[in-house]
């Protein structure tokens, strides 16, 4: 999977950022200013893939031509369905009697094409009949309208795997981002639920520093830990944007989330999301460093932990040991599932744009079955 992959790539990053540093007796104003700002950019990251949409590949009137040309040699019970009466129209209308003969039979999708195709070629004097002469007499006819039949299952097919959204396990990829992208930003338990885009947001004296910036609770969501590193003190941490922002009695203020989030700068995504995420992870693991005994922290920890009114980081201890690393932080597993999904994403459209071009190719083969003569085997002689 991508974040084990990527795990391999913060090696690097975190050999430089595990040694023990000197704690600092008097913190300065603008202490937290980078790790502020690293959070920043997985909240701005998190944020952008909560809302973004991943499109389908540009359209094809390839497959819309190809019912064009199947209408024009289609039966004349299948023309007459299509046409339907004042009160037997439409695909509803038909369901129950065409899945009788074929019961996985769905056109509910393409039965408005189909409808389209039909006033495209029902009048000798309409644009298709005009710039398509038929190639075959109406001896041929039975033999072309196999042909075409057969190409347009084959398109309609295509069709519909060019018009299905990208997926992982079951479920729609944008889906799953959205959600992942949500619980990054504001915690999958519910505390903190986004509501709307926003995060329920903190009031006092409910939340603390114990009951949301230890050990325990670390790691949920950007957004707190956010809040977490700039509660101090003093209100001056954090610095970038979050200066103005007043701790009061060195814990946790109502509307924390969104002073905090909201001071973060604001810049545009202007690479792949994969990417994105990649940088912005790396960016606050070599934020990382040690306190006490085997303790990791983004921040300024007075002491050993990040509870305590002096305190002013996030404490990430629980999640590095002999079998756990960064990327075992909860809202780092789901920025990290995000990039891969989005790889799967970009893979599957890549399928699709290929798919594109084979209906693309079939709507030259149907033309082609339309305006040539097709070729007879010649029948044995007696």
Do not use: M
């Given at each position: 999977m991508y974040h084990k992959m990527y795990n391999n790539f913060l090696v690097a990053a975190f050999v430089t950022t595990i040694a023990p540093m000197p704690q600092e007796t008097a913190a300065s104003k603008g202490a937290n200013a980078q790790e502020y700002l690293a959070l920043c950019g997985a909240w701005r990251i998190a944020k952008q893939a909560a809302s973004m949409e991943l499109p389908l590949p540009t359209t094809t009137d390839a497959y819309a031509d190809i019912l064009d040309f199947s209408m024009s040699v289609a039966s004349d019970g299948w023309k007459a369905l299509i046409d339907g009466t004042p009160t037997k129209k439409g695909w509803e209308k038909h369901k129950q009697e065409l899945q009788m003969a074929v019961p996985s039979l769905n056109l509910e999708a393409t039965w408005p094409m189909w409808e389209t195709a039909r006033v495209n070629t029902k009048d000798q004097k309409t644009i298709f009949n005009t710039e398509h002469k038929r190639g075959?007499?109406?001896?041929?006819?039975?033999?072309?309208r196999e042909e075409i039949n057969a190409t347009t299952t084959i398109a309609t097919e295509l069709h519909k795997r060019l018009a299905a959204q990208p997926?992982?396990?079951?479920?729609?990829?944008?889906?799953?981002?959205?959600?992942?992208?949500a619980e990054a930003k504001c915690g999958a338990d519910g505390k903190f639920a986004d509501t709307a885009g926003a995060c329920k947001d903190t009031t006092n004296p409910d939340d603390t520093k114990a009951s949301n910036c230890g050990a325990t609770r670390a790691g949920q969501s950007i957004a707190i830990d956010i809040v977490c590193l700039c509660t101090a003190p003093s209100h001056d941490k954090c610095l970038s944007g979050a200066s103005d922002y007043s701790t009061g009695v060195n814990d946790i203020q109502t509307s924390a989330i969104d002073a905090l989030t909201k001071a973060c700068p604001n810049t545009s995504q202007k690479l792949e999301l994969d990417t994105e995420i990649e940088r912005a992870l790396t960016t606050v693991s070599e934020q990382i460093h040690n306190v006490?005994?085997?303790?990791?922290?983004?921040?300024?920890?007075?002491?050993?932990?990040?509870?305590?009114h002096g305190d002013y980081c996030v404490d990430y201890s629980n999640y590095f040991s002999s079998t756990k690393d960064f990327h075992d932080i909860p809202w780092v597993t789901k920025l990290l599932e995000i990039a891969d999904l989005y790889c799967q994403y970009k893979k599957q459209i890549e399928i699709k744009e290929t798919t594109k071009r084979q209906i693309e190719t079939l709507r030259d083969d149907v033309k082609r079955q339309y305006t040539i003569r097709p070729h007879r085997q010649p029948t044995a002689s007696a």
């Open positions: 075959f007499t109406d001896a041929d006819a039975d033999l072309v997926e992982a396990n079951g479920a729609p990829i944008k889906h799953k981002i959205k959600t992942l992208a006490a005994a085997n303790g990791r922290v983004i921040g300024t920890a007075a002491g050993s932990s990040c509870t305590e």
